[in-house]
T-cell receptor, first 112, second 111 residues
Framework: DAGITQSPRHKVTETGTPVTLRCHQT?????MYWYRQDPGHGLRLIHY???????DKGEVSDGYSVSRSKTEDFLLTLESATSSQTSVYFC???????????FGPGTRLTVT | GQQVMQIPQYQHVQEGEDFTTYCNSS?????IQWYKQRPGGHPVFLIQ?????EVKKQKRLTFQFGEAKKNSSLHITATQTTDVGTYFC???????????FGKGTMLLVSP
């Protein structure tokens, strides 16, 4: 367990509503990542952060924004949720002096 | 951008049989990592390979990194029901900042 929590764990929302998912870590890791996982697509990187207020886009960033105002929290926001954003969202961290990633438990988001 | 292909997508074996999944990248990789995800769970890091031609073993699991650092394989000897899950390879970009995951191989083991 890498001390990563995600909230909420499950959410159902309607098309057009804003949604924010939270990733919280307790070990002061610099790198944090947001992925989505869909059947047939594996894990795809949405955004990542390499420090407070330092973020960059991943492969599937359209429709998503992120913020990191504190080391321990990395927020993923869907400004106006669409049905295509129904997915399981995983947060991950990368420890200092290492390249592997450790994942949180995931958030299952359903957009109706 | 970098692409990582993984085959097969799915394999169903009898307990005791061997299993292999293959990973190929469109570009040379800085390193390659392998993860396992149990049904309903999250991906869990297994191992990292860095050097050309590297071979690493973890009990019944053998991991290889190709000479050109563009392909890799995971071989499981004598599968057990506890091996069930999806195995992902992930290639690290040249900037050492992000991973590109393959789509995974789902392994089902029948007793």
């Amino acid at each position: 367990d890498a001390g990563i929590t995600q909230s909420p764990r499950h959410k159902v929302t309607e098309t057009g509503t804003p949604v924010t998912l939270r990733c919280h870590q307790t070990e002061n890791h610099r790198y944090m990542y947001w992925y989505r996982q869909d059947p047939g697509h594996g894990l795809r990187l949405i955004h990542y952060s390499y420090g407070v207020k330092d973020t960059d886009k991943g492969e599937v960033s359209d429709g998503y924004s992120v913020s990191r105002s504190k080391t321990e929290d990395f927020l993923l926001t869907l400004e106006s949720a669409t049905s295509s954003q129904t997915s399981v969202y995983f947060c991950a961290i990368r420890p200092r002096d290492a390249y592997e990633q450790y994942f949180g438990p995931g958030t299952r988001l359903t957009v109706t | 951008g970098q692409q990582v292909m993984q085959i097969p997508q799915y394999q169903h074996v009898q307990e005791g049989e061997d299993f292999t999944t293959y990973c190929n990248s469109s570009t040379t990789l800085s390193n390659i990592q392998w993860y396992k995800q149990r049904p309903g769970g999250h991906p869990v890091f297994l191992i990292q390979l860095v050097k050309s031609g590297e071979v690493k073993k973890q009990k019944r699991l053998t991991f290889q990194f190709g000479e050109a650092k563009k392909n890799s394989s995971l071989h499981i000897t004598a599968t057990q029901t506890t091996d069930v899950g999806t195995y992902f390879c992930a290639g690290m970009n040249s900037g050492y900042s992000t991973l590109t995951f393959g789509k995974g191989t789902m392994l089902l083991v029948s007793p």
